[in-house]
Every structure is written in C-alpha cells, then in structure tokens.
C-alpha cells in the first residue's frame, strides 16, 4: 500500500499551559521516525465510526531533540486534542503516519525570516527556531551570515502564551539575531509585548519600522515569511504583505482548522474513471464515479492512499498527475490540472477518462 502506518510509544507528557501539553514520541516498531523542521505527523484514531485523523505539528527539531515531540492545545469540545490531554499518557501506544508537510525551512539562506503565529500555530515555529539557533538551520552552504529572526506572537495573556518561557530565554541568549512582539488581548504593560490586536495598518507599521522605514527591493525579496494562525489573521498578514509589494512565493502558510464549507458533488455512479496510483515499488489501479473524490472512492475499495484533513488543507494527500486531467475544487476556487501539476486527492475529481497519479 502506498501509506506506511507507524506506531510510537508517548514517552513523557508535559503540560505546557493548562489547555496545553507537549508529547514525546518514540517509534515502536524499530524503525527511525524521519522528519524536517516544520513537518507534522497524523495520528490515526480507530471509532466505532470508522478512522479519523488529526494532524500534529513537530515541537521538537530533529538533530537537535533526541525524540520527537508533538505539542496539542486543546479545542472546546474537540474530539482528540480532549482525549489526548485527558486520557493519552506515557507507555500509551499512538498510531500515525509517516512524517508530511510543506511548511519547510528555505533551502536559500534568507536576510531575515519573519514568522506570525497565535496560539498553537507556535509549534511548527518553535520547531524551526531550534534548528536555526542549535541545529543545522536553513540548508544553506553559507556558514557565517545567519539570518535574523523576528516573531510576532497572538494570545490571550502571558500564562496562555505557548513556549513563552523559552522564547524570553531565546530572545536574551540571541540578542541582534532574535527578537519576539507578543500580541496580548487581555493582559497589558506585559515586557516585549503590546495590548493590541494584529490588524493591516499595525503590521505595515511594525514592518516598516523594523526594516529602518524603506521597504528596498533586497528586503522584498531577502525577507521570508511563515504564518501560522487562524484563517483570518493569516489572510489580513497575507493581504498586507502582498500589498507590501513581498513576492507571494516568500510566504509560506500552515493551516490548522480544517475546512467545512467544501462544495458537495452528486455522485452518478454510471459513469466511472479509470485511476493508476504509483508509489515507489506498488502500482494500484482503481476506479472513481463521477462526483466521488479520488481519495474517497479509494478508501471504499480499501486502498490506503495517504490523508489527514480530507478538507484541502494539511496537503499528506498530494499526488502528481502524470496524465489525465483533476480538477480539485477547493472553497473559493476550482482548479483544473493536468501532468506536471501537484493535486489534493481529497477534493479532488477526475475529469478525463483516464487519470495517472504519482506519489513521491
Ligand atoms: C497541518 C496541521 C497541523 C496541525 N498542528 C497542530 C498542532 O501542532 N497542535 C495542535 O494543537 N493542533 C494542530 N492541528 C489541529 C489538529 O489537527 C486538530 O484539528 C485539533 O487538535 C482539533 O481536533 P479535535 O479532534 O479536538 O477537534 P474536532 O472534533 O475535529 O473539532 C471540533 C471543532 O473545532 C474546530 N477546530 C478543529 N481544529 C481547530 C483548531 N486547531 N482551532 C480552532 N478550532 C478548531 C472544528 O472545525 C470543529 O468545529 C493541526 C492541523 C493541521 C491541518
Ligand atoms: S487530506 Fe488534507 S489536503 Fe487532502
């Protein structure tokens, strides 16, 4: 099957705030657990209604932490992050996925990476400044300049404030090449903080003044972002940014809310398309109704293609069309794509008779 299960035994749990805990993880199958800074996991639940999956983004970076970690921030009424920080304790068996994600350290060494999370979207951060600051860092070969690093913070207050403790650590250890703005909603006259909400015209002054005034074509294009947070605020950021005149491919986006609003397709279960799925040794061929998502109609018939969200936003379910032609309808936008193009099987649909999916 193209999707590899693992199993990981929770080797400590620690609570980080009080709706907040940090697992570490070891595999119990013997074999290493491979990932890169930014990456998540899927935790695969068995229900009396079949699998779910929730996504985990690392906390930990590796060759820096001996195991990894993953860091869950409990949502009201949500199913797993309740069950996780409730139930889930050391010796407790979890099975996942391999690693996934794209939400990736730059493989060209930037002037200045700029990150903006709130809440949990910290953890896929917190990754990547412990490989900047300990690790190997970007994959650049330039061993001397490093890159500054600045972050803009939302939360509540302080004791809500994931990782605050090590972030202030950070900030005094790395004074010149780190800084940190918290964003505090209700708590004021906090240290390295502001009693504000993030919003268009506060970013693009902060921005401004944080590079002396001028935005020069070497900041545009020098500078990358990485935003983690809900939808909003990252579409706010992503629209003053690109007002800013930053180039789209500069910022990176991780979404953790999976979304709800998706279009729903009739299915016409008389007409059918042919599906080649290639993995690196296997070959399965299978068939999709019209209106049926590519990974759906591939889970009917039992054949683990890889998924978390099945909403078009985590990307574990991208394959490359090498032939045929998909059109993945997301919730503003439907696209249609054809070889070469990457596609979420999820909200994906055949169109041409036959379709040909690679997975690498
Ligand atoms: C790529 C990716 C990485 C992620 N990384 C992390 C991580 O590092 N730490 C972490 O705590 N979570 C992370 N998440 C979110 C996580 O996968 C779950 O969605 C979250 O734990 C809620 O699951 P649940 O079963 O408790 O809630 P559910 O029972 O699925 O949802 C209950 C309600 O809450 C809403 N909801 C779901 N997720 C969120 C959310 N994150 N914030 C606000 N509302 C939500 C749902 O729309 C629903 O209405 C990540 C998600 C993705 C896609
Ligand atoms: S499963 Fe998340 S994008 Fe398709």
């Keep these: 099957m193209i999707e590899h299960k693992r199993r990981l035994r929770i080797v400590a749990k620690k609570w980080e705030t009080a709706d907040t805990a940090t697992f570490i993880l070891e595999p119990a199958d013997g074999?290493?657990?491979h990932y890169k800074p930014g990456?998540?996991?899927?935790?695969?639940?068995?229900?009396?209604?079949g699998e779910k999956r929730r996504a985990y983004s690392f906390s930990s970076c590796p060759g820096v932490d001996p195991l990894p970690a993953i860091t869950v921030k409990r949502v009201p009424n949500g199913e797993f992050s309740n069950w996780l920080l409730s139930h889930a304790e050391p010796g407790d068996l979890l099975t996942a996925t391999d690693a996934n994600g794209r939400f990736l350290l730059p493989e060209i060494q930037p002037d200045t990476l700029f990150y903006?999370?709130?809440?949990?979207?910290?953890t896929p951060v917190i990754s990547h400044l412990r490989s900047l600051f300990f690790g190997?860092?970007?994959?650049?070969?330039?061993?001397?300049?490093?890159?500054?690093?600045?972050?803009y913070y939302a939360n509540r207050d302080s004791r809500n404030t994931i990782f605050k403790g090590q972030i202030d650590r950070w900030m005094d250890e790395f004074p010149g090449r780190f800084e940190c703005t918290y964003f505090f909603s209700r708590e004021k006259n906090a240290a390295h903080a502001l009693h504000r909400h993030l919003n268009n015209e506060l970013l693009e002054q902060l921005l401004l003044r944080h590079f002396g005034g001028k935005l020069t074509t070497r900041v545009r294009r020098n500078t990358q972002f990485y935003l983690c947070a809900p939808k909003t605020m990252m579409r706010m950021a992503e629209m003053t940014l690109r007002t800013l005149d930053?180039?789209?491919?500069?910022?990176?986006?991780?979404?953790?809310?999976?979304?709800?609003?998706?279009?729903?397709?009739?299915?016409?279960r008389s007409k059918?398309?042919?599906?080649?799925?290639?993995?690196?040794?296997?070959?399965?061929?299978?068939?999709?109704?019209?209106?049926?998502?590519?990974?759906?109609?591939?889970?009917?018939?039992?054949?683990?293609?890889?998924?978390?969200?099945?909403?078009?936003?985590?990307?574990?379910?991208?394959?490359?069309?090498?032939?045929?032609?998909?059109?993945?309808?997301f919730v503003d936008v439907t696209r249609r794509e054809g070889p070469g193009n990457m596609v979420n099987t999820c909200i994906g649909y055949a169109v041409t008779e036959k379709v040909e999916l690679c997975y690498e």
């Design 31 to 33: 074999l290493l657990f």
């Design 39 to 49: 990456q998540y996991l899927s935790l695969i639940f068995e229900t009396v209604s």
């Design 116 to 122: 903006l999370a709130a809440g949990s979207g910290i």
């Design 136 to 151: 190997d860092g970007v994959t650049s070969s330039h061993p001397v300049a490093k890159p500054q690093v600045v972050l």
């Design 246 to 268: 930053f180039p789209e491919k500069n910022i990176l986006k991780e979404t953790f809310v999976p979304e709800t609003r998706l279009p729903v397709r009739v299915t016409d």
């Design 272 to 329: 059918t398309h042919d599906i080649v799925a290639i993995g690196k040794n296997e070959r399965i061929e299978f068939q999709t109704f019209e209106g049926e998502t590519i990974l759906n109609a591939a889970l009917r018939q039992g054949i683990a293609l890889p998924y978390t969200c099945k909403s078009g936003v985590c990307f574990t379910c991208l394959a490359k069309c090498t032939k045929g032609e998909v059109e993945v309808v």
